[in-house]
């Protein structure tokens, strides 16, 4: 019985080893790219890490045909063209982005698998070399190819370019390109756009993966950062999650004072309903930018939520008196004298206020006719009631938009 049982694990080994060498044989024989992928994908577990370089670097000389194939043709174009001789031939556009992402992906796995241990605990690349020059060039592709599908409406193959070009940038396979004779130029850019196209996935973490790669490049710096903000104020649904995030921006604005950290970090200490902190952070900026209209307009709205009206109006007034443009900072301004004439003890006091704040208001409805930006209408009709009364025609037209 003892026999048998070695005999039978012997045949099952011998079994086992010639499926191997079966199925590797079938993949390197395949003239088609879509045939061997699927005897590859049937097989995988069964190879061993050599074999499996071999396959898939199989896949890479399968995919790279394809390319060869619809550049020459591209090149042939470009020469007739030139040359004004002949008509050109058509060439296959999207296969030859779909081929250049294929090359690119299975030579990734092909270098993995490549740099691991062999059956006897050896690593000796085979394929490295050759897949670094000529797969390195085919990035270009690859962005081609996300325009191409952004272009035809197909962001799932748009985002698996782009991330792909990000992703080969520190790829090993081409640890040994030297990027110092032809920098990545595009490299930033590229990572903002897989960033937004991995939100809209549903992808945070890649989302800020990306969006950290590119804030590394000056190019794309700014708005990457806003695209930053934005995404580490996404799902924030305790307090604590607000938390978390306020001091990760508290740390990012510790080292840079960029004006969108600073908008974020106001708007936090605002919805977490720190005050104090969220007035001295405005206060620091203004020492610093004591001419910037928006500082000063957000110290204002600050100031007039708290209801603190002296304050308010003071800011509010120095924000217009440096931009003169922001219907919503005059609106702001005309809100607030409202609010502080109805505290006043005479009329005579209050008519005074409330004829500058009609001038301010008035202001903002020439600035923004249509209220996209500031809804005047109220405050403006609250004017127009106290000095002319009710049945004045201003005061109709203003009641009939607050209706």
């Not at 006897?120 to 060039?137: A, T, V």
Request: net charge neutral.
């Amino acid at each position: 019985m003892k026999k048998l049982v070695i005999m039978a694990v012997l045949a099952v080994a011998a079994t086992s080893a010639f499926a191997q060498g079966d199925a590797l044989k079938s993949i390197m024989k395949s003239k088609d790219y879509t045939e061997a992928e699927k005897l590859l994908n049937a097989n995988l577990l069964s190879l061993s890490n050599d074999q499996k370089a071999k396959a898939y670097n199989k896949l890479v000389d399968l995919a790279m045909e394809k390319v060869s194939k619809e550049e020459s043709t591209m090149n042939t174009n470009q020469l007739i063209v030139q040359m004004q001789q002949g008509n050109p031939e058509p060439y296959d556009t999207l296969g030859l982005f779909k081929a250049a992402y294929a090359a690119m992906k299975n030579g990734l796995e092909c270098d993995k698998y490549d740099n691991m241990p062999n059956a006897k605990g050896k690593i000796s690349p085979k394929f490295h070399k050759s897949n670094q020059q000529k797969l390195y060039r085919l990035r270009t592709h690859l962005i081609n190819g996300g325009q191409y599908a952004a272009e035809k409406g197909n962001q799932t193959d748009a985002l698996n370019n782009y991330a792909l070009y990000v992703e080969t940038a520190s790829a090993p396979l081409f640890a040994e390109v030297d990027k110092t004779k032809e920098p990545d130029q595009w490299l930033g850019e590229v990572a903002r756009v897989a960033a937004v196209y991995s939100f809209q996935a549903k992808d945070l973490e890649n989302a800020n993966k990306y969006c950290d790669i590119a804030l590394k490049d000056t190019a794309s710096y700014h708005e990457a950062l806003g695209l930053k903000m934005y995404l580490m104020q996404q799902g924030l649904k305790t307090r604590e999650d607000s938390l978390k995030c306020l001091k990760e921006v508290e740390t990012l604005y510790a080292s840079n004072k960029d004006a969108q950290i600073f908008n974020s970090l106001v708007t936090l200490y605002g919805g977490l309903g720190m005050d104090d902190k969220q007035l001295s952070l405005i206060g620091e900026r203004i020492a610093v930018e004591p001419n910037n209209a928006n500082i000063w307009a957000m110290k204002g709205q600050n100031e007039m939520n708290a209801g603190k009206w002296d304050d308010a109006i003071a800011s509010l007034k120095k924000s217009v008196e440096i931009d003169d443009k922001q219907a919503i900072v005059f609106t702001y301004l005309g809100y607030s004298m409202n609010s502080k004439a109805a505290t006043l003890a005479t009329a005579a006091e209050q008519k005074a206020l409330l004829v500058e704040s009609l001038g301010y208001l008035e202001k903002a409805r020439s600035l923004d006719p249509d209220r996209k930006e500031a809804n005047w209408s109220y405050p403006l009709y609250q004017c127009y009631y106290s000095l002319y009364g009710a049945d004045d025609s201003r005061t109709k037209e203003m009641e009939a938009l607050v209706k």
